[in-house]
């Protein structure tokens, strides 16, 4: 079975009086779309992929060089009260058994003498808590999708401006045209 260009809307170079030049642009605007979509797919996945690389190195990192202690609160400071949370001045030792201190946020319950845990790196300073699998995958899926939906909408929006300008220029030439007809002249 063989498709003709009247099969095709917009596409080709057939001789239909009524295909207009910017018909043929429009399905050449929404053709480029579709095709921005599809090669950023695989960049998409390859950002994604190498996201997830880079940061499983850094969570890798991260998990063999810090560490969970428990702190003892030593004093709170309910002036620095955040919402249910207030700063408090908290000690623990490690690895040296050298005493060390921090201020940390704590629920506003807290008390002196209450233990909470502190993450820690290798020289006994308290550091953030180490990136999750789940952080890295998020990152992951994060980068990718992220980068599919701006291709989406860069190609949408593309697709929807051109639209705009040509329905625009087609709505300017059927008036002209509707006053050609009528014995008008656009130039009087």
């Known amino acids: 079975m063989r498709f003709s260009m009247a099969t095709r809307p917009g596409f080709g170079r057939d001789h239909n009086p009524l295909r207009r030049r910017s018909d043929r642009i429009q399905a050449y605007s ?104 789940l952080n890295v995958w998020l990152d992951a899926i994060g980068i990718g999708v992220g980068l599919m939906l701006a291709a989406l909408a860069v190609g949408g929006l593309g697709y929807q401006g051109t639209r705009s300008v040509l329905n625009r220029h087609r709505a300017r030439e059927l008036d002209e045209e509707w006053r050609r007809l009528n014995g008008f002249s656009m130039n009087a």
């Open 30 to 133: 929404g053709l480029a779309a579709v095709v921005l979509v599809i090669v950023v797919l695989p960049v998409a996945l390859f950002a994604g992929w190498r996201t997830w690389q880079h940061f499983s190195v850094i969570s890798d990192q991260e998990l063999a060089t810090r560490q969970l202690v428990t702190a003892t609160v030593a004093a709170g400071d309910p002036q620095t009260r955040i919402a249910r949370n207030h700063l408090a001045t908290v000690t623990w030792t490690y690895p040296d058994q050298v005493a060390h201190s921090g201020h940390l946020a704590v629920p506003g319950s807290t008390l002196p003498g209450d233990l909470v845990p502190v993450w820690v790196d290798e020289a006994g300073e308290m550091t953030t808590a180490p990136m999750t699998r």
